[in-house]
């Protein structure tokens, strides 16, 4: 399996390159070459494996002879071991035909866990092979650190700083971050939004002396590893619900767009999803542009969702690559204008065939807290904000023949205020994390300065003896 930039002008990579090099040199995101493509058939034997089993030959698909078979079966088993519920990734049903499938029963509690855990092993495995070491950086709005310094905190292959926006994550997400004293872990408050975050962990990955120096990699959904790694539970959800002989679709909690893209591999591999849901908070950019191809920049606001308190969701240009046939240069040219103007330029019939596969909707403050109290009074379920959002945009476009799945992406108890504001219940933490709110936190403060973070970058690099 190779892959390509989105942007034309970068190495073409096997697997372990691209999990490794994470952001392309010319600025672009990795994707494979060519799709691989599962029959029906093919689907319907896959009926029979556990999650474990059904993930590694998913992600087989995109890893191809780089890790052998049964490597990657023992880091999928691995990786789910430690999960809280038998089933990995359960589906509980809401009312006929409108199905959630829990993605937070991982240590962190969020469904960033699903990938994070492989990941950690992935460039584990890959790292001790080539007896290399590398940097890690990564942005954040609150779940993606907390899920990646979960699973990489004991590498001795790596260092990890993470970026997270100054005040803007919920409590429970920075102290699941700040609170993990390990030497090769470095966080750092941005006083910023997380797309400030973003552009700087792209800004480093730009500027080429430092990117070689450290041998920086990524693990947000830029790299294609986390999208990997992100497909299987919609195969896994869409097969206990009748697949590949029934249709059906999904709504996604949408902020940088990684989910959502996975779901959309998933179909572009041979899985019948008639369509995808994209639910946003105020912050409605991909919303405004499924109605009226409007994707215009505006100011991040903070809400109650805070994980998709986002304007510039990465893998959007992945999409944006395939409804332009793949032309890499015209999708090159409209990323760059889109950072300058703060606008993106779609041609019409590209936009046409992103709206037949994707229905958006955006929910305020005061609507999701009304969601998250109506889902517990009709269903008894307590979804979090974000979760919240999804059912609501799933009881929108729900069909009478189709099954929908929203996918929970986060546990309530992550955001308990906005819990406790919508039904009056706390919703308390595992045991597990019980003493989360005593334990001693570590973090600096800083200004979104590119030197000043690759000087903390660095230096807590070399004192782990990179
Ligand atoms: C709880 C939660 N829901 C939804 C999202 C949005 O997912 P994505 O960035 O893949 O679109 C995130 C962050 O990624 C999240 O942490
Ligand atoms: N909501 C995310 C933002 C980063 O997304 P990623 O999937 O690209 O890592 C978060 O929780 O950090």
Redesign the pocket.
């Known amino acids: 399996m190779r892959y390509i930039s989105t942007r034309g002008q970068a190495p073409i990579l096997n697997f372990s390159h691209t999990l490794l090099t994470g952001l392309a040199e010319d600025g672009g995101l990795y994707i494979p070459e060519t799709w691989p493509h599962l029959s029906h058939n093919d689907l319907r034997e896959l009926r029979k494996l556990d999650y474990s089993e059904l993930a590694a030959k998913i992600i087989g698909l995109f890893t191809g002879d780089d890790i052998p078979a049964p490597i990657l079966l023992d880091l999928c088993k691995q990786s789910y071991a430690n999960f809280n519920h038998k089933a990995i990734v359960p589906l509980v049903q809401l009312e006929h035909n409108l199905f959630v499938q829990e993605l937070f029963h991982g240590p962190t509690l969020?469904?960033?866990d699903m990938a994070m855990q492989l990941l950690g092993r992935l460039f584990d495995y890959v790292l001790s092979q080539r007896e290399e070491h590398i940097t890690i950086v990564g942005a954040t709005?609150?779940?993606?650190g907390s899920a990646a310094i979960e699973a990489f905190k004991d590498s001795k292959y790596l260092t990890v700083t993470i970026l997270h926006p100054y005040g803007r994550t919920s409590e429970v997400q920075r102290r699941q971050m700040t609170t993990v004293l390990s030497p090769n872990i470095n966080n750092i408050a941005i006083k910023g939004s997380f797309d400030d975050c973003q552009d700087l962990v792209k800004s480093m990955f730009a500027d080429m002396p430092f990117r070689k120096e450290m041998h920086l990699s990524a693990i947000n959904?830029i790299n294609w590893g986390r999208i990997a790694a992100q497909i299987p539970y919609y195969i896994y959800a869409a097969l206990c619900l009748g697949a590949p002989d029934r249709e059906i679709s999904f709504t996604v909690?949408?902020?940088?767009?990684?989910?959502?893209l996975a779901a959309w591999t998933a179909k572009k591999i041979g899985l019948p999803i008639r369509f995808l849901g994209v639910a946003s908070n105020h912050n409605d950019i991909l919303t405004r542009f499924l109605l009226n191809n409007d994707m215009s920049i505006q100011e991040v606001k903070p809400s109650l969702s805070p994980?998709?308190d986002i304007q510039i969701s990465s893998n959007f240009e992945r999409l944006l690559f395939e409804l332009l046939d793949r032309d890499a240069a015209q999708c090159c040219q409209i990323m760059q204008n889109f950072r300058k103007d703060g606008k993106m330029n779609i041609p019409e019939q590209s936009w046409t065939k992103a709206t037949q596969n994707f229905k958006g909707m955006s929910l305020n403050n005061e609507e999701t807290k009304k969601a998250i109290t109506k889902i517990f009074k009709d269903s008894l379920y307590l979804a979090d904000p974000?979760t919240a959002i999804g059912i609501i945009t799933a009881q929108k476009y729900l069909e009478k023949d189709v099954p929908m799945v929203t996918v929970a992406?986060?546990h309530p108890a992550k955001f308990p205020d906005a819990i406790k504001q919508a039904t009056g219940i706390l919703p308390p933490l595992p045991l597990a994390m019980a003493d989360l709110y005593e334990r001693k936190e570590n973090y600096q403060i800083l200004p979104a300065d590119l030197q000043a973070i690759e000087n903390s970058v660095r230096t807590v690099a070399y004192q782990n003896n990179f």
Request: charged share 10%; aromatic share 10%.
């Open positions: 969020a469904f960033k709005s609150g779940d993606t959904s909690p949408t902020g940088n767009f990684g989910n959502i994980s998709m974000h992406t986060a």
